[in-house]
């Protein structure tokens, strides 16, 4: 059977009669639960608070978003295919909505639980035990409705609820900074096939030359005008441009390979222009403020978030030293007989109060808080 518990404290001794009374102890109870969480406040940074140099108030680059940046159309192709197929992408949205589900589940331990028990049991009891001297064969059967509902007085489940709320906030924040370096990664990755393509084409130039280099002094050698020092040397200069194009075509198909695991398929760039500098005119990038910056990264958001879930988790651990009740309820009908559940008098319920006290628990919620302190600790260093 599902059961309701209400937590309580240690209450006065007398309460006022009438409603100011009962709003009095209500709301020193509610802000008996707000205190047992710790407040939000950002923690300074070891840093300045103010920049040091000009700033030019141009607005910030982190309101430039990456179709704007990125004026190539192969570039931005590459970008919407991975954002779309990329697998590291894809368990970021899975943690996401697992993050998601925990706080719908920690939010629903706010509200009333209602639930219906149907059981039956038959059975022969012999004669040796039997309170008749005779072999009896009976059966029970039950339709119940039970319900549970805990009052939250000391913010345990909302602390739960605020906790699972910022974490998945943060695990959003954990996706978009997944998103955001995928794209820098693809971009990166095509302005060094556009780099190694140039490099390349130098590199096949050099060769050429070399070869020519090689052949003149080959004749050279030939006819008497030239000594086969020269002739070696040249022969090694080839050898040394053979083996840069080798290396750098090397280079370009692992970058082709990278290029393809974070897009989620093998990529075919056409072939682009040589110089990087034909490629586009970049868009004109403000300074701003470093601070515009720090503001809009996505890990320092989520740092954020992770401290206040840890700050909840610490309001929930000293909830857990407070005295509890358990209500346990049902509702229903009952009978002996499968047919006889639901005729005239065949009602039952039941109601089952319990106080439970923590007194001794070999330091368990001692050792949680103590968790809960040390995981805030860790947020504010991150």
């Not at 939000?40 to 300045?48: E, L, Q």
């Not at 009333?112 to 012999?126: E, W």
């Not at 070399?210 to 008497?224: A, F, N, Q």
């Amino acid at each position: 059977m599902a059961h309701a518990r209400f937590i309580v404290g240690a209450m006065p001794r007398r309460i006022a009669a009438g409603s100011r009374g009962l709003a009095s102890a209500l709301s020193s109870l509610l802000l008996a639960s707000c205190a047992l969480r710790p407040d939000d406040v950002r923690p300074a940074p070891p840093i300045p608070s103010a920049y040091a140099g000009p700033v030019q108030q141009l607005g910030s680059i982190a309101r430039i978003g990456w179709r704007d940046f990125f004026q190539d159309p192969q570039v931005r192709s590459l970008i919407e295919e991975t954002l779309a197929n990329n697998r590291d992408l894809r368990v970021a949205a899975g943690r996401l909505e697992e993050a998601r589900a925990a706080f719908r589940i920690q939010g629903s331990a706010l509200y009333p639980q209602l639930d219906a028990v149907g059981t039956g049991t038959r059975g022969r009891t012999p004669a040796d035990l039997s309170i008749t001297g005779r072999a009896v064969t009976s059966g029970q059967y039950q339709s119940v409705l039970s319900t549970g509902w805990e009052i939250d007085f000391w913010g345990r489940l909302r602390n739960l609820r605020e906790s699972a709320l910022q974490q998945y906030l943060a695990t959003s924040e954990a996706r978009r900074a997944v998103a955001t370096a995928l794209v820098a990664q693809v971009a990166n990755s095509y302005l060094l096939e556009r780099e190694y393509e140039e490099r390349i084409a130098i590199a096949r130039h050099t060769v050429a030359t070399r070869e020519d280099s090689l052949r003149i002094m080959r004749r050279r050698y030939e006819v008497g005008s030239g000594s086969k020092l020269e002739m070696t040397q040249a022969q090694t200069l080839l050898a040394q441009a053979q083996t840069a194009v080798q290396a750098l075509e090397q280079d370009q198909e692992i970058n082709r390979n990278a290029l393809a695991l974070l897009v989620g398929r093998p990529v075919e760039i056409a072939p682009g222009p040589l110089r990087l500098s034909e490629a586009g005119d970049a868009p004109l990038l403000p300074a701003g403020l470093p601070s515009d910056l720090l503001a809009n990264r996505p890990d320092v958001i989520a740092a954020e978030h992770r401290l206040q879930a840890a700050n909840a988790d610490i309001g929930a651990a000293r909830a857990a030293f407070f005295p509890n009740i358990t209500l346990t309820g049902a509702y229903g009908t009952a009978s002996a007989e499968l047919d006889g559940l639901f005729k005239a008098g065949s009602g039952t319920w039941s109601f089952t109060p319990a106080l439970h006290l923590p007194i001794f628990d070999a330091g368990r919620n001692g050792a949680r808080l103590a968790s809960a302190n040390a995981r805030r600790d860790i947020a504010v260093a991150e």
